[in-house]
């Protein structure tokens, strides 16, 4: 079968349920996503713990483009371009910290933490050249919600609530899982593969792959744990696609809402010497509270195009070509008084028991993926199916075209997204 | 006279020649062979019961409790990990890199009657679909000397110091 010959335009490559191979492997491609979609919408940039107190910075991407995100004196948040603009080096090369602003090492122009030029040495060569408040740092639209940070290089793009829309009401449920406290990010584990974006955005929202790829991690959880991601035949257990390529997969529904809680679930015996911890300083029911959210909230949410909030982690996918896409997996927790330390430090050991270049899972993830990536070059105008539940999906009391959690509904609105983004018109 | 000679008058170090930490050399490179060979069963069992396996991200940190890490392994995960490892469940364990490490440039930290701290250098090259992955590290073993002689002497802690921990790394079939 091959249904798509070289001269299809991008945006025909993709039809509901199923897209050409070559959306993983043409680099004609990559590079139009890149401009229509990264350069043309909300990425995600930051969560607001990242940049707690004013002067504190981090530095990412935007695609493939360089930035900085800072708050400023004001508390104000600004992201910007990594880039001098006299000769085009970047000012910062630090991850994270905290600056009064940022000074070019060439030739020493400075910028405020809010981008604007404040210094040029040697000032008399510019005379009559150059206004200095024309030449601050290139600033990007920032927008957040929910502590979500957001930035994109369209100027006229829609607000980012607009944008954000149903999933709205998932983030305000996903941040539930302070247990009363604000969400901080506790720390973040880096990994690259070797292969496209869009594979990793799809495994977000794919239940299938659950009890297969992740068999060695469920065999090495205790049982409670695995009993709670065995939702293969839980007809309960439900994805929605909320429009925008945003879409919720739900793998214990009964922890959607954390706030719903009838008092019948038992709470994890393997949290039972935690919670004699806890119980020192909390009430009963603050405790129930915070460790009923120890895993996390029951769902994926996958935000279109780079990121995911996942169960009790930010999943953050950077495209650095056709078949190179770098990953962060961002543990959070509750930010709250030194009493929670207990918590959060067994929160980093579920995350690192799962994810990142050592995890229980993760390496197996990418194992999977790098096959597709090399499975693809054979025949790329062939399709990659993503059809599966598609004669079940049904459409929910909110309007969310919706099937079970092993179906590619998920798979099915950020393609959609994506034919909507890559059209010529 | 440099600084360097200076502190070196103060404080004589101690030779790698030295008895006690011969034996804590010859047992690190017995682990890098195990890992090698991927005889994780008995890498495992060159730990001391609580034994800790730590590769941490923050390369400033001795709190690894409380940070978050690649790896932070008591005796109870390594025992997991090497069940993950040999199991034949894992995608990435039964289709891992094959790797040689070479560790050098041992330095001892501290020798006593029962323990030596060891610092040294690693270069591992994994190997896996035409493509050569190099891991470089700073180690840092404590090894507890056995009254019994070598075949007793096990590692107490071993912390491993990825210098681009704080950067994205491949996903890995392996253990460093």
């Known amino acids: 079968m091959n249904q798509y010959s070289d001269d299809t335009a991008p945006a025909d490559l993709v039809a509901g349920d199923h897209v050409a191979g070559r959306l993983y492997t043409d680099p004609d ?35 493939r483009q360089p930035v900085i995100v800072t708050r400023d004196r004001k508390n104000n948040l600004h992201t910007m371009l990594n880039r001098c603009r006299h000769r085009g080096a970047s000012v910062c090369e630090k991850p994270q910290g905290r600056a009064n602003g940022f000074t070019c090492p060439y030739h020493a122009w400075s910028y405020g933490l809010d981008g604007t030029l404040r210094g040029i040495p040697y000032p008399d060569g510019y005379e009559g050249v150059v206004e200095k408040r024309e030449l601050s740092l290139r600033k990007l639209r920032t927008e957040s919600y929910g502590g979500m940070v957001f930035a994109t290089l369209d100027e006229d ?22 247990g009363g406290y604000p969400i901080k990010v506790l720390g973040k584990h880096q990994f690259r593969f070797k292969g496209n974006w869009k594979i990793q955005l799809e495994n977000t929202t794919d239940g299938y792959h659950f009890p297969i790829v992740h068999r060695s991690w469920m065999a090495s959880v205790d049982a409670e744990t695995a009993d709670m991601m065995s939702f293969m035949t839980d007809p309960e257990a439900i994805t929605h696609d909320l429009g ?181 018109d | 006279m440099t600084e360097a000679t200076a502190a070196a008058a103060v404080a004589e170090p101690v030779s790698t020649t030295d008895p006690m930490v011969a034996r804590a050399i010859d047992l690190v490179w017995r682990e890098a062979e195990l890992l090698d060979r991927a005889d994780y069963v008995r890498w495992n069992e060159l730990f001391t019961g609580d034994g800790l396996y730590v590769v941490p991200i923050d390369p400033d940190t001795d709190d690894f409790e409380n940070t978050l890490n690649m790896v932070y392994d008591d005796a ?57 992955d190099i891991w470089a590290a700073d180690l840092t073993h404590r090894v507890r000397l056995s009254a019994d002689g070598p075949a007793g002497d096990r590692i107490a802690r071993k912390v491993v110091r990825l210098v681009d921990s704080e950067d994205a790394v491949p996903a890995a079939g392996f253990l460093l």
């Open chain 1, 244 to 424: 925008h390529g945003h879409s919720v997969m739900q793998m214990v529904p009964g922890h959607a809402d954390l706030d719903v809680d009838d008092g019948s679930e038992p709470l994890q015996g393997r949290f039972d010497e935690l919670a004699a911890e806890l119980a020192k300083s909390f009430s009963d029911a603050e405790v129930r509270r915070l460790l009923r959210a120890m895993h996390g909230t029951g769902f994926n949410l996958n935000l279109f195009p780079n990121v995911a909030m996942s169960s009790a982690f930010f999943r953050v996918l950077r495209p650095v070509a056709v078949d190179e896409t770098v990953i962060e997996h961002i543990a959070i927790g509750p930010d709250g008084p030194s009493e929670l330390d207990p918590l959060n430090r067994e929160r980093l050991r579920i995350h690192e028991h799962f994810q990142g270049p050592f995890g229980f899972g993760t390496p197996d993830d990418a194992e999977g993926w790098d096959r597709v990536q090399r499975g693809a070059r054979a025949e790329p105008a062939m399709p990659i199916l993503v059809n599966r539940g598609s004669a079940r999906e049904k459409t929910s009391a909110e309007g969310w075209p919706t099937s079970h959690v092993t179906d590619e509904t998920g798979m099915r609105a950020a393609y959609n997204q994506w034919k909507r983004m890559m059209r010529d």
């Open chain 1, 29 to 63: 491609i990559f590079e139009r996503e890149m401009t229509a979609i990264f350069e043309s919408t909300w990425v995600w940039v930051a969560h607001e713990s990242e940049l707690a107190t004013p002067g504190s910075f981090k530095s990412t991407h935007v695609g």
């Open chain 1, 157 to 178: 793009v829609e607000p980012l609530a607009d944008f954000l829309g149903d999933a709205k009401l998932w983030i305000d449920r996903f941040m539930k899982q302070g």
């Open chain 2, 76 to 132: 109870r995960m390594r025992e997991l990990r090497v069940g993950r490892m040999t199991e034949g469940y894992a995608i990435a364990a039964v289709d891992a890199a094959r790797t040689v490490r070479t560790v050098s440039r041992f330095v001892p930290d501290s020798v006593s009657g029962t323990e030596v701290v060891l610092r040294s250098a690693q270069v591992l090259i994994a190997y896996k679909r035409r493509r050569h």
